[in-house]
């Protein structure tokens, strides 16, 4: 998908914005998994997510692409906007963001803090984006699609620097939205040459990606009500679909209650926040424990940003409502 030069480029591009998220094998979570537990933080990014380095390269991209763009429109859940929007104020761009009802309230005040544009619409992400879409044509935005090259070179960039501080990793856990981290995992691993094995991990209320990975096809679903909002897709990206068939191991389906008691591991263990798609990567390495013993194991934390209400729930013990 990139050569080794070209995520490089993209790291130095990316670490001209922000600087490298670390990694961590932390000896306590790894003493709960029976195996060398590698976390990769991209809660610790500046936008509290991994999404943000694809903002700094697609924005980059489209200024030398369409240096007359004036604005640019997405839809999200939240941490893809953060990221545009972030980029696109450095640029001087406005950005336009469309959520579904009922999102994050926190994350909306995020992207609004960081100059995005916020539109509510519909009732769930695959509905915000078909209405993003729309509007881009009626008033001659840029549409920033949920998945695109220069995005998923950006994100590739944690993926070089975990690699590079963990070479010798056997497996690395990521979840999956719309495929911009795991794409960019295999890229990654791929560029260097390495042979470790990146296995996708959606909810059991989310299951597109898993289900399209088995079909060879995409699988649409007729919902995606999980709490973990990173992963609530019902429509498969194909582009994406076509580098996760081919590069990834298998795709581990995890439920909300795994989820969850995964997020209150890692603050029992290492104090860090996760929001759901941020811990599905360890509800799946807890949920494959036993053939994981004694391995050198990734998990992307790629984000930690939850509302407060739904994080004490979970704390408490129980399983935020969607």
């Known amino acids: 998908m990139f050569s080794r030069?070209?995520?490089?480029?993209?790291?130095?591009?990316?670490?001209?914005?922000?600087a490298p998220t670390l990694q961590y094998a932390w000896p306590l979570l790894s003493a709960k998994t029976g195996c060398e537990t590698w976390v990769k933080h991209e809660n610790h990014a500046p936008t509290g997510a991994f999404k943000v380095r694809g903002g700094i390269t697609y924005i980059d991209w489209l200024r030398r692409a369409y240096p007359d763009v004036t604005g640019i429109v997405t839809a999200t859940r939240g941490n893809h906007g953060q990221s545009q929007a972030r980029a696109a104020l450095a640029a001087g761009l406005d950005a336009h963001?469309?959520?579904?009802?009922?999102?994050?309230?926190?994350?909306n005040a995020a992207m609004r803090a960081f100059g995005g544009q916020l539109t509510e619409f519909g009732a769930d992400f695959d509905e915000a984006r078909?209405?993003?879409?729309?509007?881009?044509?009626?008033?001659?935005?840029?549409?920033?699609?949920?998945?695109?090259?220069?995005?998923v070179r950006g994100v590739a960039t944690y993926a070089m620097e975990l690699f590079s501080a963990a070479p010798h990793l056997d497996t690395v856990y990521v979840p999956?939205?719309?495929?911009?981290?795991?794409?960019?995992?295999?890229?990654?691993?791929?560029?260097?040459?390495?042979k470790t094995r990146v296995v996708g991990v959606v909810s059991e209320r989310a299951m597109t990606a898993k289900l399209s990975f088995e079909a060879g096809k995409p699988v649409a679903t007729n919902s995606a009500d999980t709490f973990a909002d990173g992963m609530a897709v019902r429509v498969p990206v194909p582009e994406a679909l076509a580098v996760y068939s081919a590069g990834a191991e298998r795709i581990v389906a995890v439920s909300e209650a795994q989820i969850a008691k995964a997020a209150r591991l890692y603050f029992s263990t290492i104090h860090n926040v996760a929001e759901g798609a941020g811990a599905a990567a360890l509800a799946a390495l807890m949920a494959e424990r036993e053939?994981?013993?004694?391995?050198?194991?990734?998990?992307?934390?790629?984000g930690g940003n939850i509302d407060t209400g739904k994080y004490a729930t979970l704390l408490g013990g129980g399983i935020p409502t969607p």
């Open 5 to 18: 030069a070209e995520l490089e480029a993209a790291t130095e591009r990316v670490h001209a914005r922000m």
């Open 176 to 194: 999956i939205g719309c495929g911009s981290g795991i794409c960019g995992t295999i890229a990654a691993r791929d560029a260097l040459g390495l």
């Open 97 to 107: 963001i469309y959520v579904p009802h009922g999102n994050s309230v926190e994350k």
């Open 291 to 302: 053939a994981m013993q004694g391995k050198a194991v990734g998990v992307i934390l790629s």
């Open 130 to 151: 078909a209405e993003a879409m729309a509007q881009a044509e009626i008033n001659g935005w840029n549409p920033v699609p949920p998945f695109h090259r220069e995005l």
